[in-house]
């Protein structure tokens, strides 16, 4: 079983269509995460929600908006959608929100969004 | 700021020959640190971390890194490397709890290795 899993793998798209991402852990864990990768393979965080509630959120355009519906999912939804929104969006979980030792990020396998 | 550099964007080895791949970090204090690897159309997989203690690190898949704290630097380094070693490896920099209770981690460029037969 995968531990973390995404869907779609792959979404081509025109622009100013609305999408949804979703991911979801087997894990067990109180913690997860969206980034971006761009281009250039730079990886940012979006987002994080730990037991459904919103820890981090970073300069992202309120066209994004994370959705928990319960602590093993959380979908990205992304409105309006523009050409530079193209990338790979990882969705990742941890046991939970704090920077201790055994506290370890698990990703999942990506999802490739292609804007035209 | 906290950052993350990978001054290599592309390496190229020979297989069995060995690998050194570079990453610098700025932080205020000893942050947690992380090697990952990204197969072509996988997810991340963590390699190896250093949150304390032993300053050389020992992971999977036969990886080592080195925490050097007068250079600022956490090397990954594979004494001989295989063909399914041909991957993205990022460096990573996480805050310790002293500055930060949220796992934030944030990522170097990469780097790519491709190996030559």
């Known amino acids: 079983d995968t531990a973390v899993s995404q869907t779609p793998k792959y979404l081509v798209t025109q622009m100013g269509n609305d999408k949804s991402i979703k991911c979801e852990q087997n894990l067990g864990h109180d913690t997860m995460y969206w980034y971006k990768q761009d281009s250039k393979k730079f990886l940012k965080i979006m987002f994080s929600?730990?037991?459904?509630?919103?820890?981090i959120n970073e300069t992202v355009p309120n066209r994004f908006s994370p959705k928990s519906p319960d602590k093993a999912h959380l979908n990205l939804h992304i409105n309006s959608l523009e050409l530079g929104d193209s990338a790979v969006y990882f969705c990742?979980?941890?046991?939970?929100?704090?920077?201790?030792?055994?506290?370890?990020?698990?990703f999942g396998a990506g999802t490739r969004l292609s804007v035209l | 700021a906290q950052s993350v550099t990978q001054p290599d964007i592309h390496i190229t080895v020979s297989e069995g020959a060995s690998l050194e791949l570079r990453c610098n970090y700025s932080y205020g204090a000893t942050p947690y640190l992380f090697w990952y690897v990204q197969s072509p159309g996988q997810g991340l997989q963590l390699l190896l971390k250093y949150f304390s203690g032993d300053t050389l690190v020992q992971g999977i898949k036969g990886f080592e890194a080195e925490f050097k704290r007068s250079q600022s630097s956490f090397n990954l380094r594979k004494p001989s490397v295989h063909w399914s070693d041909a991957a993205e490896y990022f460096c990573a920099v996480g805050p310790s709890p002293r500055y930060s209770s949220a796992s934030k981690i944030i990522f170097g460029s990469g780097t790519r290795l491709s190996i030559r037969p």
């Open positions: 990742a979980s941890s046991q939970d929100n704090l920077a201790t030792a055994k506290n370890i990020q698990y």
């Open positions: 929600y730990n037991n459904k509630e919103l820890i």
